[in-house]
């Protein structure tokens, strides 16, 4: 439920920020479309960070695990 109200958050402070640019009678600084894309692009970099920190991690933990049952033998 949080990351809904993250969103709500959000989304209603963009909504803020385009009635600010309206009623200052300017546009947004960045063109629509461009904007969007590179959104997205930082959507899909921060994805990509957490599955290759989580892949990371399991093959430290998994190369622990082994180099601690190899010294008990």
Do not use: D
């Not at 909504?15 to 600084?29: C, D, K, M, N, R």
């Amino acid at each position: 439920m949080s990351n809904l109200r993250e969103y709500g958050y959000s989304y209603a402070a963009g909504i803020v920020a385009g009635v600010v640019y309206f009623v200052l009678h300017t546009s947004t600084p960045a063109p629509p479309w461009p904007a969007l894309v590179g959104l997205c692009g930082i959507l899909l970099g921060e994805s990509t960070g957490r599955r290759l920190n989580k892949q990371f991690r399991s093959i430290r933990s998994t190369r622990a695990s082994r180099s601690r049952t190899f010294h008990e033998i």
